[in-house]
């Protein structure tokens, strides 16, 4: 690939994206990914014109969970035309290569192939669009963060210590390169069990709130650990959509609410 540009070489364009939400995390596995698709969904069910974008270099889901895996994006003569379902348009890395491909591309060609697919696309008019960012806080997070005209970014987090050690590191990488950061979401706050509601807190509870607090960051709303959550991503049509009127949607649809 060609050298990407340098950070610092000033913010990429996207004609007609009015607003760009970053959905970030300290560390993977965290559910950035399920908490990305579920917020645009929960943006799109608000009557706004939403695309996701999988900026998750290394682990592209979104094709897998937005319900797209095997297809492959068109071409309006140079520009690729994104992918559409549920009511969003969908772009992702994954798209581009096979399934099984592992990706061992080193940071700047991560960088140059991200921008080239950001340039690309053929957006059309957007009212918001949510980047699901790569897990962590090294050069790919930061120059993104630095060349993508960023509105603001959201940092998902368990509640375990760890994870929010990471997630302040996040929240950090951010406001060095003045984004504002619109606050934390606490996902796989607690669990509920089927059969007889007792909640359990399996990754201890609060502590992203607390943490938040601490960070003078927003808490914008907790999400529990429900296998309904995981199922409904695997199958390709995410809880927001697979149940609307659940609680789930509506947690989401309170966290989209603030963003
Ligand atoms: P990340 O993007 O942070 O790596 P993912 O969104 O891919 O994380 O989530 C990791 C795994 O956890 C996936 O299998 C996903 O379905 C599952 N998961 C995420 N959030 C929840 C939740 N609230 N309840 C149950 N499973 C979840």
């Known amino acids: 690939p060609q050298a990407p540009k340098q950070a610092g070489a000033g913010k990429l364009e996207l004609p007609g994206v009015k607003k760009i939400i970053a959905v970030a995390s300290g560390k993977g596995g965290v559910g950035k990914s399920t908490t990305a698709a579920n917020l645009a969904l929960a943006l799109s069910r608000m009557g706004l014109k939403v695309a996701l974008f999988d900026a998750d270099i290394y682990g592209p889901s979104m094709p897998l969970m937005m319900g797209l895996a095997g297809i492959k994006p068109g071409n309006r003569g140079d520009r690729i035309l994104p992918l559409e379902n549920h009511g969003v348009k969908v772009m992702s890395i994954g798209f581009m290569m096979p399934d099984d491909a592992p990706i061992i591309w080193r940071g700047p060609m991560v960088m140059g192939a991200l921008e080239q697919l950001l340039r690309e696309v053929e ?5 918001v669009m949510v980047v699901d960012m790569p897990p962590g806080t090294g050069d790919t997070q930061l120059t993104m963060s630095q060349r993508v005209p ?19 590191k996040g929240l950090n990488m951010f406001r060095k390169v003045e984004v504002p950061v619109l606050g934390v979401i606490e996902n ?7 059969s007889c509601g007792h909640r359990e807190h399996v990754f201890s509870h609060g502590g992203a709130r607390q943490a938040a607090e601490q960070l003078e960051a927003d808490f914008l709303g907790e999400i529990p650990l429900d296998i309904k959550i995981r199922e409904t991503a695997d199958e390709g049509t995410p809880i927001v959509v697979a149940d609307p009127q659940g609680a789930h949607a509506k947690a989401y649809g309170e966290i989209a609410r603030k963003v």
């Open 188 to 194: 796989m706050s607690y669990y509920v069990c089927p």
């Open 150 to 168: 960023l509105a603001g970014a959201v940092i998902v987090s368990t509640p375990q210590d760890i994870a929010l050690l990471d997630a302040r």
């Open 123 to 127: 957006w059309g008019d957007v009212d």
